[in-house]
């Protein structure tokens, strides 16, 4: 069965950087889009960017550019976002989703999420 | 960014029926078909329930519908039961530099 883990709970420090993991397992790794998204505490969801497992290629949100990553390793099925110079606004539940082919526009699984806490 | 205007909360009886509203705007659930609708348990992962305004995925209870009109999206659940007590969120794709717009989501209740 299809699977996305995220890793755990983050607490860091304003202008620190925090890497979250997504490991896929139950399909083809490559063969779909993955995107990161983010909840705010009392906000709703925020679309972060697009990973194409295949290739590597990238497109963030305008607003993350130049502070977020977005990486994989084929090896391990697995997917990275990372996120510097962080603020207090960026404290959320990070979401890893996987979109559903062929370019669907909806998300058929996600991950558990992870909260990532900025605090000082 | 904008957001796709979903009621706070909505609750019924078991074994009524409840709809789901999602406003947006011409440039999003007015433009295309891509309207899709998730369940969210706390701590948990998101569920996809509806994918381009109507179609329900396999393994997902017919008791759950979608529809649209305009710029409105609908998620119907019919014959309520206890176990769809959870938050649901609808999610447009738009296109552009921020592809997709989301729901402010609703808390259902089952009472």
């Known amino acids: 069965q299809v699977q996305l883990v995220q890793s755990g709970a983050e607490v860091k420090n304003p202008g620190a950087s925090v890497k979250v993991s997504c490991k896929a397992s139950g399909y083809t790794f490559t063969t779909y889009e993955m995107h990161w998204m983010r909840q705010a505490p009392g906000q709703g969801l925020q679309w972060m960017g697009i990973?194409?497992?295949?290739?590597?290629?990238?497109m963030y949100a305008q607003e993350l550019q130049g502070r977020v990553t977005m990486t994989r390793d084929t090896s391990t099925s697995t997917i990275y976002m990372e996120l510097n110079n962080l603020r207090s606004e960026d404290a959320a539940v990070y979401y890893c989703?996987?979109?559903?082919?062929?370019?669907?526009?909806?998300?058929?699984?996600w991950g558990q999420g992870t909260l990532v806490t900025v605090s000082s | 960014q904008s957001a796709l205007t979903q009621p706070a909360s909505v609750s019924g009886s078991p074994g009524q029926s409840i709809t789901i509203s999602c406003t947006g705007t011409t440039r999003d659930v007015g433009n295309n078909n891509f309207v899709s609708w998730y369940q969210h348990l706390p701590g948990k992962a998101p569920k996809l329930m509806l994918c381009?305004?109507?179609n329900r995925p396999s393994g997902v209870s017919d008791r759950f519908s979608g529809s649209k009109s305009g710029n409105t999206a609908s998620l119907t659940i019919s014959g309520l039961q206890a176990e769809d007590e959870a938050d649901y969120f609808c999610?447009?794709?738009?296109?552009?530099?921020?592809?997709?717009?989301f729901g402010t989501g609703t808390k259902v209740t089952v009472l």
């Open positions: 381009d305004v109507s």
């Open positions: 990973i194409n497992p295949m290739n590597g290629d990238t």
């Open positions: 999610i447009s794709h738009r296109g552009g530099s921020s592809p997709y717009v």
């Open positions: 989703a996987r979109e559903n082919i062929p370019r669907a526009k909806h998300f058929d699984y």
